[in-house]
């Protein structure tokens, strides 16, 4: 039989699929990802044609239009929330299932090995690019490269990285793993309803502490302090709420629920509205909001469509993407912007020419560097080879 093209396509596609250092692949976990990370994208792309044109007038047409895609900003708390089920999932099973303990050492040395490597490449691509492409003084740019790749750059210049804008978000990241072994403590509570309520109750003492801290006249708090974990660990407790649920409930009993389909399809209508009232009733429906859409397609019938490797392959590459769409983004409306079109039309081009491209520059990178930090191994492979050529 004829293979048609669309299966080579599909088996290539498929054959990008990320390795994980647990051997267990959680579908529904990769196709979130796809759209965490398809709304920074989007978010991104506006960002970028508005500044490429910002010395046009705008309408206030294309200033809805505009503010409509910068929901996709959402995108990086849907990543939290991720990262809070991912990180928290081996503690509820060693607590609650009798799993293996979760080594301390192992866990931080993976995080480095996996999560380390590409950032410094992609931290290094940019400064290059930086200093050649745009001139910039590298003597200049050297320190905020430094606390860039120490994960302190926010702490330090109170500011988004010099070198990485969307590092922030992973500066909160890497604070939030720091503390994930003694927040996984709750797991050792042997009531259910107990130990999530502790995990709400944590959440909405959270939220109530950012709106004194950060939004009231007169705030506690810095404003730059609100792009730290102080300001996100709401969502990585949802995170850790749908993991304890997912691994005494949802595991044994994956079928599909009738409530499924309405809280992930009512959950992004939810978001949309949330996102345009702003202000303390999104902080505070959001992380609830964020749980309801999660929780809804593990069980509802759309995580068979999007299930499939097209949205899980990409999702499973959204930390490549994530690292370098944003230079790729730039590049793709810098080249859009000088072709005579109005604002729609240079908004239509921008996509159709950045979203290729994004991805097939994120591809290059996911197999060149991201992939082979997935091996857990890879230290001690590479080690081995070193010394054996030396040999």
Wanted: charged share 15%.
């Amino acid at each position: 039989m004829a293979v048609l093209p669309t299966d080579r396509l599909t088996a290539a596609w498929r054959s990008l699929s990320r390795v994980t250092s647990s051997g267990r692949f959680i579908a529904e976990i990769d196709a979130l990802r796809f759209f965490a990370i398809a709304g920074v994208v989007v978010h991104h792309v506006g960002v970028g044609v508005f500044e490429s044109r910002q010395a046009t007038t705008t309408t206030a047409a294309q200033s809805a239009l505009l503010h409509a895609l910068s929901y996709g900003a959402f995108g990086v708390p849907l990543f939290f929330a991720i990262s809070g089920f991912i990180l928290s999932l081996p503690f509820v099973e060693h607590h609650r299932l009798g799993g293996p303990r979760v080594s301390l050492g192992r866990y931080l040395l993976r995080r480095a090995t996996r999560l380390e490597p590409p950032y410094l490449a992609s931290l290094l691509l940019l400064f290059v690019l930086k200093v050649l492409a745009r001139g910039e003084s590298p003597r200049a740019l050297l320190p905020h490269l430094a606390a860039s790749a120490g994960y302190v750059h926010m702490l330090v210049y109170h500011a988004v990285s010099s070198i990485s804008g969307v590092a922030w978000s992973l500066e909160v990241e890497v604070q939030f793993y720091l503390l994930v072994p003694l927040l996984a403590a709750v797991f050792r509570l042997r009531d259910d309803a107990l130990r999530r309520g502790v995990i709400v109750a944590t959440a909405a003492a959270l939220v109530g502490f950012q709106h004194f801290a950060f939004e009231r006249p007169g705030a506690l708090c810095p404003h730059w302090m609100q792009s730290t974990i102080l300001g996100h660990l709401q969502y990585f407790l949802v995170g850790f709420l749908l993991a304890d649920v997912f691994a005494l409930r949802w595991r044994s009993r994956p079928e599909v629920s009738a409530a499924g389909d309405p809280l992930w399809y009512g959950g992004w209508a939810a978001l949309v509205l949330l996102f345009a009232v702003g202000g303390p009733v999104a902080r505070i429906a959001s992380p609830v909001v964020v749980f309801a859409l999660y929780a809804g397609f593990f069980q509802s019938r759309a995580k068979a469509f999007f299930c499939r490797p097209f949205f899980t392959v990409t999702g499973g590459m959204c930390y490549s993407i994530y690292l370098v769409h944003n230079v790729v983004v730039l590049l793709a409306t810098k080249l859009t912007a000088r072709l005579p079109l109005g604002f729609a039309g240079a908004l239509a081009a921008a996509f159709v020419v950045a979203l290729p491209l994004v991805l097939l520059v994120s591809s290059v990178f996911f197999v060149l560097i991201e992939r082979p930090c997935m091996d857990k191994n890879w230290p001690t492979k590479l080690w081995r080879a070193l010394h054996t050529r030396a040999a």
